[in-house]
């Protein structure tokens, strides 16, 4: 029998990372490949990197670089690897294999290639490919959730924005694609499905003629999930049929993702996206007035080229005006082959880092009183970790998303990749704490 190199993958970056990552996997195990999770016993390391901005460069490039002076045979994959092919293959020459965003479903193939000595080159000038319910997966998360990727790429062209550089143009799956493996992840086991692509509020508009994310979530309404979360809904996308459908489909949580980046009209401009500027206050007072229970979440850039301290105190006053449950900052971050790469005053980078801490100082007292409002509440929570030491679970409430948010410690006895009912008895800025109420005791009837 033909013996197969064992592979490892190191992934970096978003969950959008995380689902490529997910279908390498599960294609490399279909083929009768051994995934192991220890780089150092693998014949072969993907690294899955991301280039986004500069520090996940760094981060992308500081994995490799560890991996080459361990002598590893790497393969690299993802953003990075689009974005810089040729100085990738250039400098690392441990890379025996290099795969664009849009060609990581032909990795088996890759493989194969590299085994045969050739060093390989699959890049796509212009991704096309999107995975669908057919192609193999190989979970990363916690057994309870599940990203799912509705679309891939970008039409907008912001002026900061990489991504539709190495991501291509927006390519939507169909509705009957994306609900045929929602069924799938529910028969696993999912609690939790997390709806991702590069903007969900237009998922649809390029395979249906205008954006379908009303009929998605309605769709999605009749899958045994309870919890159906949605990122990245840029709030133009969120109309009267998209806000319906999200009070009238129970599974649906009313948790909004919104990426506004600013709030000044001349800096929106400038980042090219006018029309958010017209319309931020507006939209945000409707979503509340439509669903007061409603979790906001969203990120901001300070140190846009140009920004004034009167556009940062602009900011700095919606913020405190708008009240979001959780808020990002990220400091400008000038990227190569975008408009933004070269533009007139530049802002010192010690000014981003204090504006950002300002930010963030001000969003800490909001946060703190959304959680401190919790206490006393009966919430569920999906449980993800054990404390192998104490036996105390951690987990989160809808009102949390993974990786971005905060968590709940739980006291009493709960089950991984379950949802179970907490009494929150202590909430600090970021997290929660709280014991698990018991189910009540049946007493049987008397004759």
């Known amino acids: ?57 760094t981060e992308s490039v500081r994995t490799l670089v560890s991996l080459a002076e361990a002598d590893k045979k790497i393969v690299i994959t993802g953003c990075l690897a689009q974005h810089f092919q040729d100085e990738l293959l250039s400098e690392i020459p441990e890379a025996v294999a290099l795969v664009g965003t849009g060609d990581y479903h032909r990795i088996v193939e890759v493989i194969e290639r590299a085994e045969a000595g050739e060093r390989v080159k699959v890049v796509s000038a212009e991704p096309t490919y999107i995975a669908d319910e057919l192609v193999p997966r190989y979970r990363t998360t916690t057994e309870g959730v599940a990203y799912l990727r509705v679309a891939e790429g970008c039409n907008y062209r912001c002026a900061f924005c990489i991504i539709p550089h190495l991501r291509g143009n927006q390519r939507s799956r169909s509705i009957e694609s994306i609900v045929a493996e929602a069924h799938q992840l529910a028969a696993e086991g999912v609690k939790e499905i997390v709806l991702i692509s590069q903007i969900t509020t237009n998922y649809g508009a390029d395979l249906y003629g205008k954006p379908q994310l009303a009929e998605l979530l309605r769709a999605l309404g009749e899958v045994d999930v309870p919890w159906i979360r949605m990122h990245y809904a840029y709030p133009t996308g969120l109309t009267p049929e998209v806000i319906a459908a999200i009070q009238e489909t129970p599974n649906v949580l009313p948790y909004l993702d919104l990426p506004l980046q600013h709030s000044h009209p001349e800096m929106l401009k ?36 140009g920004e004034t301290e009167e556009q940062f105190q602009h900011l700095l006053a919606f913020v405190n005006r708008h009240q979001f449950d959780h808020v990002g900052v990220f400091t400008f971050s000038a990227e190569a082959g975008t408009p933004a790469y070269d533009l007139p005053n530049p802002v010192p980078q010690a000014v981003m880092d204090q504006r950002r801490e300002q ?15 919790q206490i ?32 709940v410690y739980v006291q009493g006895d709960a089950a991984l990749g379950q949802i179970v009912p907490v009494e929150i008895q202590a909430a600090d800025t970021y997290d929660l704490f709280g014991t698990v109420v018991p189910a009540p005791v049946r007493v049987p009837a008397t004759v």
């Open 270 to 305: 400038s980042m090219n996206r006018p029309w958010q500027g017209r319309v931020n206050d507006q939209i945000i007072e409707r979503i509340k007035a439509a669903l007061p229970d409603a979790v906001l979440r969203t990120t901001f850039i300070v140190g846009f080229p």
């Open 359 to 373: 930010l963030m100082l001000a969003q800490q007292p909001l946060s703190y009183r959304a959680n401190q409002a």
């Open 376 to 407: 006393g509440q009966v919430v569920d929570v999906l449980i993800e970790q054990e404390n192998s030491g104490t036996g105390a679970k951690i987990g989160r409430s809808s009102r949390f998303a993974p990786d971005v948010d905060g968590l």
């Open 1 to 57: 029998m033909e013996h197969k190199p064992t592979v490892a993958v190191a992934h970096l970056g978003c969950e959008k990372n995380r689902v490529d990552t997910e279908h390498m996997l599960g294609l490399l195990v279909q083929s009768g490949y051994s995934v192991d999770s220890n780089e150092e016993l693998a014949d072969y390391v993907i690294v899955n990197t991301c280039s986004f901005i500069e520090e996940a460069r």
